[in-house]
């Protein structure tokens, strides 16, 4: 007892804004949630940044912070559920898109080799951004909002891998 009374005045005086038992509670309330056990310390580390930027914005501190941080834990849970669904959409997507298309021509099928060669050379983001927009037909708000991040990024990645496949293809004397 005397311990736990030292720890959480050590914390306190830390900075700490959720002690052992409510980060406890918590973390029960994200396995409930669904949220897988690796998941578990971002998901706490995501309670103490919200209660801390609730402070740091001047908003006074919730009167039952146990309580509050558990709901902010259940709606955590939530947004991993959603998530987890839309990269199942995106995935399922672009499984679609790989059935094979049996009346290409010659030319045209060395051009996908060479596409497909050339996507391969692009990091992940640059290739994800390429295959959502050009052959899953996303526009970039779409993609923007399927992998969370601004649309200046998506129009940036966009930019750069267009520009490292198209030199691809000249290197390769595909067009």
């Known amino acids: 007892m005397l311990r736990r009374k030292a720890r959480r005045a050590q914390e306190d005086q830390?900075?700490?804004p959720l002690d052992a038992d409510q980060e406890r509670r918590v973390r029960a309330v994200l396995?409930?949630?669904g949220v897988p056990q690796a998941d578990l310390p971002d998901g706490v580390q995501q309670v103490r940044l919200r209660l801390l930027e609730r402070t740091a914005n001047g908003q006074e501190a919730p009167r039952d912070v146990s309580a509050w941080a558990a709901v902010?834990?259940?709606r955590l849970a939530m947004d991993w559920h959603r998530a987890k669904?839309?990269?199942?959409?995106l995935g399922e997507r672009l499984a679609s898109l790989r059935q094979p298309d049996h009346a290409l021509g010659e030319d045209r099928s060395l051009l996908s080799v060479a596409v497909a060669r050339g996507l391969d050379d692009l990091t992940d983001a640059q290739r994800q951004i390429?295959?959502?927009r050009f052959y899953a037909d996303l526009p970039v708000r779409g993609i923007a909002e399927e992998l969370g991040i601004p649309e200046g990024t998506v129009k940036s990645r966009l930019h750069t891998a267009v520009r490292a496949l198209r030199?691809?293809?000249h290197e390769d004397e595909v067009v």
């Open 14 to 16: 830390q900075g700490d």
């Open 31 to 33: 396995a409930l949630g």
């Open 72 to 74: 902010v834990a259940s």
């Open 85 to 89: 669904r839309r990269q199942e959409r």
């Open 130 to 132: 390429l295959v959502l």
């Open 167 to 169: 030199a691809r293809l």
